[in-house]
Every structure is written in C-alpha cells, then in structure tokens.
C-alpha cells in the first residue's frame, strides 16, 4: 500500500482534523515527511480529478471537507450532520474570550456588561472554552480560555487566523478621530484613552 | 447580530424614542446604539441627554426580568454617578481623568467585540458550508408508544418537587469516614453462611440500615469471592443475589473453575 492511500484512509475515517505527525503513527514505514507528500499529492489529486471534496487544514491539523458550493445539495439531508449556530450573546462572550484569555467570568461580564456564567457553561459543555486555569485573588477564580474545538468550529488553521483588532474597521473610533481634531483639538481627555492598545488592561 | 436596525430606534409621533429593550445585548449594546444613532462624539457624550435616553429605553423591562433590569439599572447609575462627578468642581491638576474615559474604554472596547464576533460569525457561517464525511451519532430511537398521562397535577407537581437539581459541574468531593468496616461484614456473612447452605443477599441487611451497610455488605461478598470463600448467584438481572459457602468438593464449583 502507497503512503498516499494510508493518509487517505486515514483522513476518510476521521471526524476530527489531523496532523501529519499523528497520521504518521499509523505505520512505522511511515514518517511525517512522508505524510505531507502524501497530503500534497492527495491534494493534487482531488483538484485534477475534481472531487466533491478537498483537503482542508483546520485547527492545525487535516480534514477532508466537501467544497463549499456543494452545500445546498446536502442541507435537506437528515443523515448529514447539521453544524450548529452560535447565538449573539456566545459569540461576543467567545469573542472576548479568544483574545483576553486566560480570563476569568467576572471580566466577561464587564466586558459585555451583561451576566455571563449561563453563557460560558453552555460554551464549556459544547467544547468550545475550557477551564485553563486559576487566577489571583479572592476565591481564585476560574480562568477560561479557547479550545482546539474552537479553531474547528469556525474553521480557523490556528490563532493566528483570527482577525487582528487593529484591522477591525471600529465606527466609533474611526468616527471620533475625525471629528476631535476639529471640535476640540485641545482636548486632554484624548491621551488619556487607550486607542492604541484595545487589547490593554480595561481598568 | 445585527440587533439594532433602524427599526428599533425609531421618533415616535410625540418625539420621544421608541426602543424595544429587548433586541439588546445589554446596556453597552444600549448605549453604544444611542451614540451611533445620534452621531455622538464618543469622547464628548452629553451625559445627560444619553442618561435620559437610557432610563426612558429600559422603562420597557418587565419586573420579570431581575437579572436584566440590574443589568441595566447598574449601566443608569453608573451615568448618573459620572454626571455627578462633572458637575462637582475639578481639581485643576492635569493628570485628573474625565469621569467618563472609563465608559469610553468600555464602549469603545465592546465595539470591538461586537465587530470580532460579526467576523466569527461569518467565519462560522464559511465553515458551515463545509462539511465533514457523514458521521452522525447513533441517535436513541423512541420506542415507547404514546400512552395518556394517568396522572393527576399534584402527583406531576409532587414528583418535581422531588427532582434533585443537577450538580454543578465544579463539585466539592467529600470524604466522611466508613461509619460501617468491610471486615465487619465479611466476619457477619462468614458467621451466617452455613456450610453448602445460601442465603439471600438481602437477609444480611437489618432493619435501620442505611445504603452505606449494603455498599460494604456487596464488597464484603465480593471480597469473599475473590478470597474463593463464597460464590454469588443470581439467577437474572436485579434479581436476588445469593451468597453460597464455597465447598471445595462441590463438583460444580469445581468445573466452573476449568477454563472454558
């Protein structure tokens, strides 16, 4: 058996992406040199040969997914798995999460100004947060952070494939650093803000 | 996610603002829609104007909702608070923050939120459209026919009352002390089990027994099993379990011992 066809097999039977140097331990012939040329020329294969399918690198790992335009044909399908939506209020509350962690309830819920313990457990018994720690302070308080299954959900390689905040388009700031320098350009209040650094200490 | 269309904030005919509180995630989401629609300067909000426009918005919530009123009624006071303190005289040192930098952070990081999480939520949607080899887990089938509840409200009601509300997840693991000893049970079942003669498992509890002597009991047999001193028999599941003096002569026993 060629090596491309055990990563197949391999992929095919998994639900949960791969990485190569797990995909490698199937055979001792097989090493993880050999499972990327492998992944390569799978790749390859599926593009000439124009499959349904392709390989995806999620989370860190490999997975075989159907192309995207394929999507309408299977919605109406009971025996294929339906990915579920996440509400408003647990996106934000994993927004925040995602990038303060390791980060504890009571700061959430600053953060959103809303409650946020009914949330988080949600997001914990989905797999999508976990508890990564304790902090300092009184009770020490559970800290909460991202998962891989995270990464898998919104199909994100690694943390790195979440937007940076100072390339987010913010309306307020965007709008209020305009008008200021007209309005009151001696304004002192302005350096005390934190404009440069939305990802700073909020207290 | 996109909570505050138009629609919601909307002059009504006498000029006042009609908000449906309900469509908020909150008091920023609150407060940040009242300054986007307004075009207010962020690092200059008229305090008052917005304070007024907040409590009128959250008249709506229900005495239903506690959680959500102190949500917002700790956003109100926190405006009213920041009010008071601009009208106090300031000291004339430049270092002295505006009482309301700290609501600009806040509202100006909570966009940012908002503004991530719209993102996740088309990366979400992107991902969605993918999908993976058709593995779904084996679903229980229902089996039980339909049959009409016999039951009055007060036994329904009854039978609530007497559901334990879950564990929470983080659970303290306490440790009490055996208050019954296995040895003294494997000494009771030796003392009792009469030679090739079996008892029922139950004969062994008293009356005023709790669950712990039947714990220690079922080990204390299982001990004495493992020690080929007894043998346990039951003739199907949840039936009675019977204690057996072990006979090394016993033919049958013996042949249970030969590897099958």
Known sequence: ???????????????????????ARADEALDEDQVEVAIQQLRQLYLESERAFDLVEVAGGHQLLTRPEFAGYLERFDTIPRPSRLSGPALETLAIIAYRQPI???????????????????LQ??????????????????????????????????????PRPDELPVVLRDRSMTILPDESPEDPDQEELPLDDPTGEHR | MATNSASTFAPADDG?????IERFHGPLDLLLHLIRQQDIDVFDIPIARITRQFLEAIQGIGPGDLDQAGEFLEMAATLIRIKAQLLLPRPESDDDEDPRAELVRRLLEYEQIREISQRLERAEADRARRRVRGY????????????????????????????????????EHRVTPRTVSMDSRVALILDRLGRG????????????????????T??????????????LRQTAPFHELWLYRREDDDPEVLAEEEPA
């Open chain 1, 1 to 23: 058996m060629r090596p491309e066809q055990i990563v197949e097999a391999i992929l095919f039977a998994s639900d949960a992406p791969l990485r190569a140097e797990e995909i």
């Open chain 1, 104 to 122: 504890g309830r009571l700061e959430v819920e600053y953060v959103r100004g809303v409650g946020a313990s009914g949330v988080i457990r949600t």
């Open chain 1, 125 to 162: 018994e989905r797999g999508l947060v976990d508890v990564v720690g304790r902090g300092e302070g009184i009770g020490r308080p559970l800290l909460y952070g991202t998962t891989q299954r995270f990464l898998e959900h919104f199909g994100f390689e690694s943390m790195e494939s979440l």
């Open chain 2, 16 to 20: 006042v603002y009609v908000i449906e």
């Open chain 2, 136 to 171: 779904v887990p084996p679903r229980p089938r229902a089996v039980v026919e339909e049959t009409p509840l016999e039951t009055t409200w007060d036994e329904v009601y009854e039978a609530a009352l007497g559901v334990s509300l879950p564990e929470s997840r983080v659970s």
């Open chain 2, 197 to 216: 003669a079996g008892l029922p498992f139950t004969s062994f509890l008293g009356a005023g027994e709790n669950r712990m002597h039947g714990v220690m």
């Open chain 2, 218 to 231: 079922l080990l204390a047999g299982l001990e004495l099993t493992r020690r080929r001193a007894i043998f």
